[in-house]
């Protein structure tokens, strides 16, 4: 399984950016996927993720409202729009892709790092 970032840069606070990630068919059909984010000094978090096979997302409370997490099945892709960035957006961000199905995981409500068991090599992103 390979997983494949790409969008990452360097953008002023209150811009947007938007990040990909690429993955096979087979890779996501009826997972959870989702975008973590690991800022110097600090653990790997939880940013939003999505059921695959229902399409429903969940968010972290600090970017709720700013950043929108969908999967484009034409192009096999994950995506994450990041609008109204702040400087606290700043970390690497990874793409994952959870180890067991979505209904073996509470239909991807809560998902942790200990639920994902491939990552992609990430992509920084940096607000200024």
């Known amino acids: 399984v390979q997983l494949v970032e790409s969008g990452g840069g360097s953008v002023q606070a209150g811009g947007s950016l938007t990040l990909s990630c690429a993955a096979s068919k087979l890779t996501y059909s009826g997972f959870c996927m989702g975008w973590f984010r690991q800022a110097p000094g600090k653990e790997r978090e939880a940013v939003a993720h999505i059921n695959t096979r229902t399409g429903s997302a969940y968010y972290a409370d600090s970017v709720k409202g700013r950043f929108t997490i969908s999967q484009d099945r034409a192009a096999d892709t994950l995506n994450l729009q990041m609008n109204s960035v702040k400087p606290e957006d700043t970390a690497m961000y990874y793409c994952?892709?959870?180890?067991?199905?979505?209904?073996?995981?509470?239909?991807?409500?809560?998902?942790?790092?200990?639920?994902?068991?491939?990552w992609g090599q990430g992509t920084q992103v940096t607000v200024s």
């Open positions: 994952a892709l959870s180890s067991r199905p979505a209904s073996a995981l509470g239909e991807c409500v809560e998902l942790t790092r200990d639920d994902i068991k491939f």
